[in-house]
């Protein structure tokens, strides 16, 4: 299936998903593949985590959490914020 019909199709190409997986291709090249969650996790089950994803930054919190008893309490040092008047005039000293 080509890049702009999968885009235009995007919901059924992901219900498709469950009966098999749906390969993308632009010009005559293929650039990814669709394909149901379950299918992706048994593929990847003996896999580690990849470095940096989302799975292995929630690990390292957790990690984190445990060593610090449970969690870190965290609270940003205070900014205290003064607005200024866009519209005020500015004293120049001239009269």
């Not at 190409?13 to 005559?28: C, F, K």
């Not at 957790?62 to 003064?82: H, M, S």
């Amino acid at each position: 299936m080509g890049v702009a019909e999968a885009k235009s199709r995007l919901s059924e190409v992901l219900r498709e998903a469950a009966q098999g997986p749906t390969v993308i291709h632009s010009r005559g090249r293929d650039l990814a593949v669709v394909l149901a969650m379950e299918d992706y996790e048994r593929l990847t089950a003996d896999q580690p985590s990849p470095k940096g994803g989302g799975a292995a930054f929630l690990e390292r919190v957790e990690a984190l959490k445990e060593r610090y008893g449970g969690g870190v309490d965290f609270e940003p040092a205070r900014f205290d914020f003064v607005p200024v008047d866009p519209f005020a005039r500015k004293d120049t000293g001239r009269r």
